[in-house]
């Protein structure tokens, strides 16, 4: 869609970005009052999504009724299109045909963020029926049957809002209130409130402690990951791939490690982004960000399900030919899930010749599942705790096959504390099908951060270090270092990141012959001292030093 006005400048876009996400945290963090922060954050960006579509599809109706677009006076508050649908009720179901065949969707005047906000200021006490009325609405009439439930966790008439039909009327439009008055603030720009919102997940993960592992990989992280898988497969040194047709994150929380890949491959450089998440109100979140950023319906599928039992059907192809592959796959999947494999899943594509991951840890089967959709000239990154380094039984032996067959590439080491969720260091492997380099890159950046209040960071030029120094595979003391598939059969082929590439720096050598000759050179003027000393106090009839 095109933009209103004119775009700002980089440097005010920035500041603009900035602002609106704490305007609209600080806002957040005021108004929920008691309420928890999860529950909280649910209604906030449901609304924050409504205001988009809202946005987006004034935008296209003016367009299209072009000189029949409603000019209204400045202290008119109605829709222009609420006007215009008053007006011309016969020319409705030719006008939401065409918006349905353009811009994908359809949303009713009344349902609108500016006519709901209205009520909200005019505190209406028809406001909560009306927002129920019109989230169901978009969820079953707006959009394809892709979009259905998307507000389903959206609860209305919850008690956290209100005990009272009246007050929970009355605190929906004290929040959908200053969440408008916050908003006018800014300009009406789409990539200024889809980074707002991923802003605002960022902020509303940090205080949900353990809960934020669900659905958030901090940013920093994200473009380490983006930044591997978007270099050539064969030889990240020739810099960047031109497309990426398919990106597939298999535990995609709120979607923002695809929408980074996204961003760095550009709008166009990417065909089609694909997700699947178990959790539905995580779920939900990514299919409103895919939209806040501007992923038409037709670029991204989103799927709700098991991961590991594997219930999406585009995944379920045995046949070779008909398996769907990905150019990139990236992930941040749940540290060290307990599962229950079953005896079938043993003879499962995705596992059969590696074997299945222990009960107590469910790492290696979420990589192996990523891993056997990944297409032979692509490039795989996923997040994992360290334990997949170095565990021994079964673990040991899934991670000696994918070395034995040259598909581990590289192997970098984070700091501790960069996660919401947990203060563990963890691991990024990188993996491939069709490897150019038979050795293994080890990159330690353990202690590249900047500590935080809460969590430590990583700066952009810790990411920029990372991702240069895999992009031409360079070696640096106490850094980086390629190594060998001797070295670490040598090993028993563990990974063990400081085994390879140690931090810690040497001392330095002791010259013995030298310190004895300091010693006994002190030794002498000692003895020098306390003779003179001994004179001093002998004419003063003291007694000596011994």
Not at 120 to 142: M, P, V, Y
Not at 307 to 316: A, F, G, I, S
Not at 435 to 440: A, P
Not at 475 to 500: A, C, W
Request: with cysteine.
């Amino acid at each position: 869609m095109k933009r209103k006005n004119e775009q700002p400048n980089h440097s005010s876009f920035t500041t603009y970005n900035s602002s609106l996400g704490k305007t609209l945290w600080a806002i957040a963090d005021k108004l929920r009052g008691a309420m928890n922060a999860d529950d909280f954050r649910d209604y906030m960006l449901a609304f924050l999504f409504l205001r988009y579509l809202s946005d987006n599809y004034e935008e296209a109706a003016k367009r299209e009724l072009g000189s029949d677009w409603p000019e209204l006076a400045p202290d008119d508050r109605r829709s222009p299109l609420a006007v215009w649908y008053e007006k011309n009720p016969d020319d409705v179901p030719t006008f939401e045909d065409v918006m349905r065949r353009k811009v994908h969707y359809v949303i009713k005047p009344e349902y609108l963020w500016s006519s709901i906000a209205e009520m909200a200021r005019t505190q209406d006490a028809e406001l909560l029926h009306t927002l129920q009325k019109g989230f169901k609405f978009i969820e079953n009439e707006s959009f394809g049957s892709s979009f259905q439930g998307l507000f389903s966790e959206i609860n209305l008439d919850s008690d956290k809002l209100g005990k009272t039909y009246t007050q929970r009327n009355e605190r929906l439009c004290a929040i959908i209130g200053r969440i408008a008055e916050g908003l006018a603030e800014f300009p009406h720009e789409r990539d200024l409130l889809g980074d707002a919102y991923e802003y605002l997940i960022g902020q509303f993960a940090a205080g949900s402690g353990k809960k934020a592992g669900e659905f958030y990989t901090p940013q920093q992280i994200s473009s380490i990951l983006s930044g591997i898988v978007s270099l050539d497969a064969q030889d990240p040194a020739n810099g960047k791939r031109e497309k990426l047709g398919r990106v597939l994150d298999f535990a995609c929380g709120s979607g923002s490690l695809l929408l980074n890949v996204r961003r760095r491959m550009g709008k166009d450089g990417v065909g089609k982004l694909y997700g699947q998440e178990k959790n539905i109100t995580t779920y939900n979140l990514a299919r409103m960000n895919m939209l806040l950023h501007g992923v038409r319906d037709t670029e991204f599928e989103i799927f709700h399900g098991d991961t590991l039992t594997n219930e999406w059907p585009l995944l379920r192809e045995e046949n070779p030919a008909k398996k769907i592959e990905f150019d990139a796959v990236v992930a941040n999947p749940p540290f060290s899930y307990r599962w229950e494999p079953s005896e079938a899943l043993a003879e499962d594509f995705r596992f059969k010749g590696y074997g299945l991951a222990p009960k107590s840890a469910a790492d290696f089967a979420f990589l192996l599942h990523g891993f056997h959709f990944l297409h032979r000239e692509g490039t795989m990154a996923i997040i994992m705790p360290h334990g997949v380094l170095f565990r021994g039984n079964s673990e040991a032996r899934i991670r000696k096959k994918l070395l034995e067959d040259n598909h581990i590439d590289a192997v970098i080491g984070l700091p501790a504390n960069l996660f919401y969720s947990t203060g563990i260091p963890v691991c990024i492997l990188v993996l491939k099908k069709c490897k150019k380099f038979d050795d293994v890159l080890f990159i330690n950046a353990a202690e590249h951060y900047q500590k935080g209040k809460r969590q430590n960071v990583l700066l952009p030029e810790h990411v920029e270090k990372i991702v240069e120094t895999y992009q031409h595979r360079r070696g640096e003391p106490h850094y980086s270092r390629r190594v060998s598939m001797e070295e670490i059969e040598q090993n028993d082929f563990k990974l063990n990141i400081t085994r390879y590439v140690s931090t810690a720096q040497a001392e330095a050598e002791i010259d013995l012959k030298q310190v004895h000759r300091e010693i006994a050179d002190l030794t002498h003027k000692i003895e020098a001292a306390r003779t003179r000393h001994n004179a001093f106090l002998k004419e003063l009839g003291l007694p000596e030093l011994p």
